[in-house]
């Protein structure tokens, strides 16, 4: 359908008290026009920083950013300020991982949804209060009249992911990126949680970014999926091809980490140890001490993204010294 969102070469150094990190390194992802695309991971691998430089929301005199990003054929990282604010929550909007400190407990729900219509299109009190009320109907929060005047402590969680993602529909925009919008919810709450954002994305022909640790969230809702571990992408393709045939190690213990059905009384698959400090680059594969069959080319040698299709499936491409194996353990 053709890319509306192409991150290339993007890096991300962010200043510390305890000296440099280096959170986002050398990554390229591509999201096309009305498609869902995972990007996932365990905490701490780089994920929100890339979708928060998408955004422009870091504090920039903390933070060295190189690389692209090219949104409707404008580069995000060349914009100014106010330019960026044209954008942001008007072309790309955001499903922030807990709805309880996106929204300003001292306003009410339905005015913090209006500001988006007041501020973005120059609605009226009264206009945008009346496609607010539409709004918050649209996204299952009734009654949406008696609702629209409550404040956030007085809304389950569920209920208030359902408020941050009628202000992120809002006006309509090409794309969502939704930053582990589930995590703090129960499993039946996900569930709906998912389940709406999918049907909006149907309804609206939204391009969702999906920000995750879990590959089962990906494998409900995305179409294509990335990788990403100690700030780089691993392996992207489409979800079927990663989840049938992953290419990288790290891919693939991830997948085996998913609980079974059916599989009570089973010991749960782990990944051991835990995702590097980046204070310092990384000389070989990042994912090296913790994988399983490592070797010593992995310690000292970083491996290349390289192609892989139309053997492994369309658009398929993977960083690991042997791919093949992977496929094949």
Same mark, same amino acid.
């Given at each position: 359908?053709?890319?509306?969102?192409?991150?290339?070469?993007?890096?991300?150094?962010?200043?510390?008290?305890?000296?440099?990190?280096?959170?986002?390194?050398?990554?390229?992802?591509?999201? @096309?026009?009305?498609?869902? %695309?995972? *990007?996932?991971?365990?905490?701490?691998?780089?994920?929100?920083?890339?979708?928060?430089?998408?955004?422009?929301? %870091?504090?920039?005199?903390?933070?060295?950013?190189?690389?692209?990003?090219?949104?409707?054929?404008? $580069?995000?990282?060349?914009?100014?300020?106010?330019?960026? #604010?044209?954008?942001?929550?008007?072309?790309?909007?955001?499903?922030?991982?807990?709805?309880?400190? !996106? *929204?300003?407990? +001292?306003?009410?729900?339905?005015?913090?949804?209006?500001?988006?219509?007041?501020? %973005?299109?120059? $609605?009226?009190?009264?206009?945008?209060?009346?496609?607010?009320?539409?709004?918050?109907?649209?996204?299952?929060? +009734?009654?949406?009249?008696?609702?629209?005047?409550?404040?956030?402590?007085?809304?389950?969680?569920?209920?208030?992911?359902?408020?941050?993602?009628?202000? =992120?529909?809002?006006? &309509?925009?090409?794309?969502?990126?939704? $930053?582990?919008?589930?995590?703090?919810? $129960?499993?039946?709450?996900?569930?709906?949680?998912?389940?709406?954002?999918?049907?909006?994305?149907?309804? *609206?022909? +939204?391009?969702?970014? +999906?920000?995750?640790?879990?590959?089962?969230?990906?494998? @409900?809702?995305?179409?294509?999926?990335?990788?990403?571990?100690?700030?780089?992408? *691993?392996?992207?393709?489409?979800?079927?091809?990663?989840?049938? &045939?992953?290419?990288?190690?790290?891919?693939?213990?991830?997948?085996?980490?998913?609980?079974?059905?059916?599989?009570?009384?089973?010991?749960?698959?782990?990944?051991?140890?835990?995702?590097?400090?980046?204070?310092?680059?990384?000389?070989?594969?990042?994912?090296?001490?913790?994988?399983?069959?490592?070797?010593?080319?992995?310690?000292? #040698?970083?491996?290349?993204? !390289?192609?892989?299709?139309?053997?492994?499936? @369309?658009?398929?491409?993977?960083?690991?010294?042997?791919?093949?194996? =992977?496929?094949?353990?």
């Amino acid at each position: 359908m053709g890319a509306l969102l192409e991150v290339s070469g993007l890096s991300v150094e962010i200043m510390t008290t305890r000296g440099v990190v280096n959170a986002v390194r050398d990554v390229n992802l591509t999201v @096309e026009k009305g498609m869902a %695309h995972g *990007l996932v991971g365990e905490s701490g691998c780089g994920k929100s920083v890339t979708a928060k430089t998408i955004m422009g929301l %870091h504090e920039r005199r903390l933070v060295r950013i190189k690389g692209r990003i090219i949104f409707e054929g404008n $580069d995000l990282l060349s914009l100014t300020g106010k330019q960026m #604010e044209n954008i942001r929550g008007r072309r790309i909007g955001m499903i922030f991982q807990d709805p309880a400190t !996106a *929204l300003n407990p +001292l306003y009410k729900i339905g005015d913090q949804v209006a500001e988006v219509f007041v501020r %973005h299109f120059g $609605d009226s009190k009264t206009g945008a209060k009346k496609k607010t009320l539409a709004l918050l109907e649209r996204v299952g929060i +009734l009654p949406a009249e008696v609702r629209y005047s409550q404040y956030p402590f007085e809304f389950s969680g569920g209920m208030l992911q359902r408020v941050v993602i009628a202000a =992120a529909i809002a006006s &309509n925009p090409p794309l969502i990126i939704a $930053d582990e919008p589930t995590t703090a919810l $129960d499993v039946t709450i996900q569930a709906q949680i998912l389940e709406l954002l999918q049907g909006l994305q149907h309804e *609206l022909g +939204l391009a969702i970014l +999906l920000i995750t640790h879990n590959f089962g969230i990906v494998s @409900e809702i995305c179409d294509q999926v990335s990788v990403m571990y100690a700030g780089t992408i *691993l392996e992207t393709g489409s979800k079927k091809d990663i989840l049938l &045939n992953p290419l990288n190690r790290y891919s693939k213990a991830l997948i085996d980490s998913i609980p079974v059905r059916g599989g009570a009384g089973q010991s749960m698959r782990t990944i051991p140890g835990i995702p590097p400090e980046l204070f310092e680059r990384l000389p070989g594969c990042p994912f090296a001490p913790r994988c399983v069959s490592s070797s010593e080319i992995c310690f000292s #040698e970083q491996p290349r993204m !390289a192609a892989f299709s139309p053997v492994y499936g @369309e658009n398929r491409s993977a960083a690991c010294h042997f791919p093949e194996e =992977a496929a094949r353990i």
